[in-house]
């Protein structure tokens, strides 16, 4: 199965949209445990099942308009993205998959997260697309339907379709048809996250390249999916239980478990800089001097803390560069 047949067996037949504009919202979303390896590159089917949180209101607004001047146009936060930019040919591609003969679209798309920084632009990005797409073309798919096809744009799309707690189930079908994220009946409204943004630049290296950089050439690949099975039970048991240590542990050393893997991937690839790792120590120095405060880093060298709302005020003293992320809104379940 291709991606292009994979859509046919999810939207059918291609029909004209009956309006004229489609419109959604879609948050961000950072793994507490890890996506890192695919087991199906075309279809973005991964080695894992995953776990993230979603950040609120920070993600991605995209409306879709039907173009009647007979070309394609993206505006990405004001701006008008050229047909050079990577931007440009990726959604480019995403949006081919849905498109009927003859129609042309301008897509206005507005993020409040920094793009390709490593905090999840891309999933709320896609997620944003194909819901806005659902609504263009009134589809009327399930969430777990539109999750398959944000998949296909990038995989941690597939959990930008909620908000609060997600998993992504990597399936094992190979037409990728129960690889599709869920969300969890779990709440936690004291937990907070806390930017703390390095570098806004573009990476050197796509997430998508290191990641199967590392499933080809590190030699401790083959120990990553258990531990990602163990991280993800322990995980879900310290959410439960409410029980913050635990949960901070356990989401910081998968991720540093990731960045390893990659370490000790030939050539080697760091995301990590200067101010990354001087991030980490003020952390654990921060945690030796008793304030419970976890760091999960993900393809880029931006870290993300984790902590709970009573601790609000000394994070704040501690990282003075810190943006705060209430993770809960009304729209969580
Ligand atoms: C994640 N990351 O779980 C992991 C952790 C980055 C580090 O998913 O190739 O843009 O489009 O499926 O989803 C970033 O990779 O990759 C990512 P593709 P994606 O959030």
């Not at 003859?102 to 920084?117: E, Q, W, Y």
């Not at 950089?213 to 995980?235: D, G, H, K």
């Not at 993900?298 to 005020?313: C, M, S, T, V, Y």
Request: charged content about 20%.
């Amino acid at each position: 199965m291709n991606k292009q047949q994979l859509v046919a067996t999810i939207i059918g037949e291609k029909k004209n949209p009956t309006k004229q504009i489609g419109e959604a919202f879609a948050p961000a979303n950072i793994a507490l445990c890890k996506y890192w390896g695919k087991r199906n590159e075309q279809l973005n089917l991964p080695v894992t099942n995953s776990l993230s949180i979603s950040l609120g209101n920070r993600g991605t607004n995209t409306r879709i308009e039907i173009n009647t001047s007979g070309y394609d146009e993206i505006i990405l936060n004001g701006k008008l993205v050229t047909r050079e930019h990577k931007f440009y040919s990726n959604l480019i591609s995403f949006l081919n998959l849905f498109r009927p003969d003859g129609i042309c679209f301008k897509v206005i798309t507005d993020s409040n997260i920094p793009i390709a920084a490593g905090v999840a632009s891309s999933a709320s990005g896609f997620a944003a697309t194909i819901k806005a797409l659902n609504d263009l073309f009134a589809w009327q798919l399930s969430e777990q339907k539109l999750s398959i096809l944000a998949r296909l744009g990038s995989g941690s799309a597939s959990r930008s379709l909620w908000h609060g707690f997600v998993e992504w189930e990597a399936g094992k079908d190979t037409d990728g048809l129960d690889s599709f994220a869920k969300p969890l009946p779990y709440v936690w409204p004291e937990l907070r996250i806390g930017l703390l943004l390095f570098s806004t630049e573009q990476k050197s290296i796509s997430s998508r390249q290191a990641m199967a950089a590392t499933v080809n050439n590190c030699p401790y690949y083959s120990l990553w999916p258990s531990r990602v099975e163990f991280a993800i039970t322990y995980m879900k048991k310290a959410i439960i239980e409410r029980d913050f240590v635990k949960f901070g542990q356990v989401l910081e050393s998968n991720a540093l478990e990731m960045h390893a893997l990659m370490l000790a991937t030939t050539p080697p690839i760091m995301y990590s800089n200067a101010d990354t790792i001087a991030g980490m120590q003020a952390v654990w120095l921060a945690r030796s001097n008793g304030v419970a405060v976890y760091f999960t880093q993900d393809a880029g060298p931006n870290l993300k803390l984790l902590f709970l709302q009573k601790d609000e005020e000394v994070i704040k003293k501690l990282f003075p560069r810190v943006e705060l992320v209430e993770p809960w809104d009304d729209r969580c379940i």
